[in-house]
Nanobody, 125 residues
Framework: QVEMVESGGGLVQAGGSLRLSCTAS????????MAWFRQAPGKEREGVAF???????YYPDSVKGRFTISRDDAANILYLQMNSLKPEDTAMYFC???????????????????WGRGTQVTVSS
């Protein structure tokens, strides 16, 4: 069974940092579009960081300059470095694996077939 597992979430004060990691069994990341999404209670799942197979990246304005997505191809790990965290960043964070050589121009959850179970990030004010 394919499984993706996120880790690194937790409780942090506003202005602090966290680094999330995502690993997978029997899956590769380096030839795929990969992304981090988040979902707060009562809100839709939104993408916060995207990276394609060529390491092209995209961030929405809400996190640009604060979040950085990266990938360790040798270890098959996806990262999300989150700095200058704000209370509004509080959410469950999910890693998502997209199509082989997929584009990151489509940034909705439906184009990502593989998901982890999420890791909770809580930012206190």
């Amino acid at each position: 069974q394919v499984e993706m597992v996120e880790s690194g979430g937790g409780l942090v004060q506003a202005g602090g940092s966290l680094r999330l990691s995502c690993t997978a069994s029997r899956l590769t990341f380096d030839d795929r579009a990969m992304a981090w999404f988040r979902q707060a209670p009562g809100k839709e799942r939104e993408g916060v960081a995207f990276i394609n197979w060529a390491a092209l990246k995209y961030y929405p304005d809400s996190v640009k300059g604060r979040f950085t997505i990266s990938r360790d191809d040798a270890a098959n790990i996806l990262y999300l470095q989150m700095n200058s965290l704000k209370p509004e960043d509080t959410a469950m964070y999910f890693c998502a694996r997209g199509q082989k050589y997929g584009s990151i121009e489509k940034r909705t959850p439906d184009v990502y077939p593989n998901w982890g179970r999420g890791t909770q990030v809580t930012v206190s004010s």
